[in-house]
Each structure stands twice: as structure tokens, then as C-alpha cells.
């Protein structure tokens, strides 16, 4: 396993205000992420511990709304999430 794996685990697992289950689910994640992915990734969490908070946020969010199999409901997530993670990358 790699040190940027193992380092997002921990980062992911000693999480202050996570769930145990969304720490659990997250870290089992972690391993499937490219280096590119971790690349991206390692660095928002390092500096700011509520970029993790956000991207749980999303995955949950994106989890739920995937399991109503509703292309319309998707769609309208995918364009919603697409352009605030735009406007919050403008705003940086």
C-alpha cells in the first residue's frame, strides 16, 4: 500500500467529526483511487480537514441520488454539484 493511501486512510479515519460508518466507507474508498486521484485529493484534505467533510457531503449525496435511478433527478444533481464545485473554484 502506498504512503499517499495510508496517509488519506488516516487523514479519513482520525476525521474529528465523521461518523464511524462514513470514515469506514470512505477509507475503504482510498484504495481504489489513482495516483492522479490522490494527487488531487491528499493535498485538500491536508490543508483544510473540511474539504474532507465536503466531499463526503457529495459522495453521500451522490450515492442516494444514483440509487433513485431517476435520469432527470440525476442530471439536475450532476448540473447543480458541477457548477457549484465551478463557482467555488472561481471564488479560490
Not at 466531499?55 to 435520469?71: G, R, S, V
Request: cysteine-free; overall charge negative.
Amino acid at each position: 500500500m502506498s504512503d499517499k493511501i495510508n496517509t488519506l486512510k488516516d487523514l479519513i479515519l482520525n476525521h474529528p467529526t465523521l461518523s464511524a460508518a462514513n470514515k469506514e466507507e470512505l477509507a475503504s474508498r482510498v484504495e481504489g483511487l489513482s495516483d492522479e486521484q490522490l494527487d488531487f485529493i491528499l493535498p485538500l484534505v491536508q490543508e483544510n480537514p473540511e474539504n474532507l467533510e465536503k466531499i463526503n457531503e457529495f459522495f453521500q449525496a451522490k450515492k442516494d441520488i444514483l440509487a433513485t435511478n431517476d435520469p432527470e433527478k440525476i442530471e439536475t444533481f450532476l448540473q447543480e454539484h458541477y457548477k457549484k464545485l465551478w463557482d467555488d473554484a472561481q471564488n479560490v
